[in-house]
C-alpha cells in the first residue's frame, strides 16, 4: 500500500506565505508524477501545480508567479511554496501522485487526505 501524507502550515494571512510538503511512502516501485490540487467548497477538485511526466511543471494560472512546485526525489517528496497568498486561495489542498507499487505492471492514482488552507483577509 501507499500512503501521501501532506504537512505545513494550514493560516496566513493576505499577502503571507506557506509551504506545503508531501511524502509518499510503502511499497512504492515507481512515481511518475507528483503534484497538487485543490478543493473549494461546493466545486470539483482542480489542479495547483504539478510536475509532469516529463519532469516540467505545470501551473493553474491562478497561481503562476506566485506558487511554486519543487520535489525532492530521493525522499518521494514534493513541496509547495505559497507566496503572496489571497483570501480567494483559502480551499483544501490535495497531494496526488501517479504511482507504480513494487510487483505492479501500473502506475495509480494515489491521494492525500486533504489540508484545509485558511488565508484571512
Known amino acids: 500500500q501507499v500512503q501521501l501524507v501532506e504537512s505545513g502550515g494550514n493560516w496566513a494571512q493576505s499577502g503571507g506565505s506557506l509551504r506545503l510538503s508531501c511524502v509518499a511512502s510503502?511499497?512504492?516501485?515507481?512515481?511518475?508524477?507528483m503534484g497538487w490540487y485543490r478543493q473549494f467548497p461546493g466545486k470539483e477538485r482542480e489542479l495547483v501545480a504539478t510536475f509532469t511526466v516529463k519532469n516540467t511543471t505545470a501551473y493553474a494560472d491562478s497561481v503562476k508567479g506566485r506558487f511554486t512546485i519543487s520535489k525532492d526525489d530521493s525522499k518521494n517528496t514534493v513541496y509547495l511554496e505559497m507566496n503572496t497568498l489571497k483570501p480567494e486561495d483559502t480551499a483544501v489542498y490535495y497531494c496526488?501522485?501517479?504511482?507504480?507499487?513494487?510487483?505492479?505492471?501500473?502506475?495509480?492514482?494515489?491521494w492525500g487526505q486533504g489540508t484545509l488552507i485558511t488565508v484571512s483577509s
Open positions: 496526488n501522485a501517479y504511482i507504480k507499487l513494487s510487483g505492479s505492471d501500473w502506475f495509480q492514482p494515489y
Open positions: 510503502g511499497s512504492i516501485a515507481g512515481i511518475l508524477t
